[in-house]
């Protein structure tokens, strides 16, 4: 008795828990369209979603029968077997989706709850017919396998009907209304968000509402006899009510449409998946209660009543699960993250890619072309002519840059929430199983397609994001079914002990996990934090390139500073940090090129002289930043290899070569920050000292170079020291010689 209580009260607290981990991953299939065409302020993007979220919980099914019997014969396991069963489950699906979460992919919590379900049960069915001394082929029996290959054939398949369904749909918009849609909006606008309103609410009444206490089955019946007439007077009130308040109000009809969307996609997220985090607790939780009343033990007390009953969850819990997943929606860090990811590679313009291009995303981007250049030959030419106005951007650039402009526009958001809640809804009343996260992300993957999204300079990346995604939704099964086996071993051969040292394992890589996120969070926030000068705004380009450049020349000369401290005194460890660092700054220059150029071709200003100096400083600094990086290599692993100390001569040399360099660096660091700088003699003579020092005591090198005591790897630093060294000096030179002809 005490360990079933400890195990009910575990699965409790657990499912508080996945409840958070869970609704950090699947927030993306519900504001990934919002958020990515900015429809409005992040706060009422939220609370939308959050009142979805709480009428969902009220409206919910509450029945869990994929804990129940979907996957396995509960009637074939004692309840001590089973409750082990669901707490391997439990602590699986926190572990695997806090996983993702921190990698910032998005998954699907019913794929993760469906293989930890078959694993755990074909291992505890192995187990217990070993127990009872049966045929290891008996422990089939255990699993329902008609009805799991049914949902995992139902869910991979959607994932094509989605990404094509995106596509097509998709193109078709474009062609009627392009992307300069404000014309054709004022004439179809209203029609257009009258159709998509009546789909999302066909989409409520057949996903958000099926099966719900809250609604009598007569109402339902009702409902279900009179849809189409529903639907049609909604068809006609909608559209007359969008074409009121665009014509009178002058309020955008798609603003209506994705706001309902996302209310309406996160209503059915908490009235459908809501089960998925605590249906298996409160399935454990009914059926100790129902052994309670049985009086007969544990291991002998067979779970029938599982098989033939409903596994109703009670409606305050889901009201309580409720408010747990809206705290979490609006506090997750990590929620924010995996949106991050979906909205980035459905971005309509180019920016920071997130992910690597490999052999296959090139591959296919390369058939790709060669397919759309042999359908050139056989497409009509007017065909072609009209497809390429359609999807031609604005030509109309502004004077001022447009800051923190929408991923996407509002056009394709209604879109993926229209084709995402029309393929969930179709799919729920033919009582097909799908996964909400795969088909939503399929969808706006179809749909940034469809929309040339991924062209030319940005279609590796984003086909590889996509694999990446795929490929760790086959993952998620492969770790689900694997791991939830492993750990209902370590439980039926633990007992208790076995219990706690999971949880405390699980316990200790949760915080762990939440350290390690906030760290990488806060380094990201800083690398973010030195391009902010140039996004700065109501101030001249000159002004936003002065702190930019002094920002990243202040890191480089810390850096510089602390390796030649560091080789001085043999620090191993601040080398080691060093070179951390400047893999950081080295990522850091390559972006500021990249981002330098994003600025300029977003920007219509006649001064030549700041865009000129925004460009040449840009290639200086990652020059310098070269120079430092292979400096900082260098020294790391020289040391890391154990080789000999360097000269004591040339170390006292080297003191005096960080003072020299460090102050010249200094003095550029002044001169930059001068509205008017000094004259450029003054400037030259510090250069020629610090560069005069250098070359004598690289003449003094040579002789010791071909002394024999004096090792080849050492030379080879020794000079590199140097030799970067002097690299730096002359970037440094030239970037204040700009200035002073620039400023």
Known sequence: MSILIFIVTVLFVLAITDLVVGVSNDAVNFLNSAIGSRVAPIRIILLTAIAGIMAGSLFSSGIMEIARKGIFYPQYFTLDVIMWVFLAVMLTDIVLLDVFNTLGLPTSTTVSIVFELLGAAFVAGILFSAQRNDSINSALRYLNAASSIAIISGIFLSVIIAFTSGILLQYLSRLIFTFNYEEKLGRYGSLYAGIGITSIVYFLLIKGLSG??????????????????????????????????????????????????????AMAFAGNDLVNFIGVPITGYLAFQNWR?????????????????????????????????????????????VTETEVSLGRQGDGDERFRPNAISRSIVKSALLMGDVLKIFLPTGLLRRYDISFEKSKIRKATRVQDKPAFDLLRAASNLVISSILIASA????????????TFMVAMGTSLADKAWGRESAVYRVAGVLSVIGGWFITAVIAFVVSGLFVFILFKGGIAGAIALLAVVALYIVYSHVVFAK??????????????????????????????????????????????????????????????????????????????RYLKELQSGDRKATELLLYSADLLQDMTQSTATLTEECYHYQQNLHPPLDGHFLKQAEQLRTRVGSFLDYALQIIAMPVPPQFSEVKQRRDEARSFIHAVFEQQLPHLQHESQGTRQGVLQTSILLQSRDILAVTFRLVKLYCKFG
């Not at 007077?233 to 969008?242: E, H, I, M, R």
């Not at 080789?567 to 893999?583: K, Y």
């Open 212 to 265: 719900t206490t809250l609604v009598s089955e007569s109402l339902a019946g009702w409902i279900g006899r009179h849809t189409l007439i529903i639907l049609g007077s909604l068809l006609v009130l909608a559209t007359g009510v969008c074409f009121v308040l665009q014509k009178y109000y002058k309020i955008n009809p798609l603003k209506i449409v994705v706001l309902a969307g996302t209310f309406s996609l």
């Open 293 to 337: 009343q049985s009086g007969v033990p544990s291991s002998e007390h067979y779970q029938d009543y599982l098989a033939g009953n409903d596994v109703l969850v009670p409606n305050y819990m889901l009201l309580l699960a409720g408010v747990v997943m809206s705290l979490t929606l609006w506090y997750s860090a990590k929620a924010r993250k």
């Open 428 to 439: 729920t009343s033919m009582k097909l199983p799908l996964s909400t996260t795969y088909v």
């Open 520 to 597: 990488n969070e806060n380094k990201a926030k800083s690398v973010k934090n030195r391009m902010e000068p140039l996004h700065a705004e109501d101030q001249p380009l000159l002004e936003k390139n002065r702190k930019l450049v002094s920002h990243t020349l202040t890191d480089l000369q810390a850096q510089y500073v602390r390796v030649i401290e560091a080789v001085l005194q043999n620090d191993m460890a601040a080398l080691q940090a060093a070179n951390a660092t400047m893999q950081e700054l080295s990522q850091h220059g390559l972006k500021l090129r990249a981002a330098s150029i």
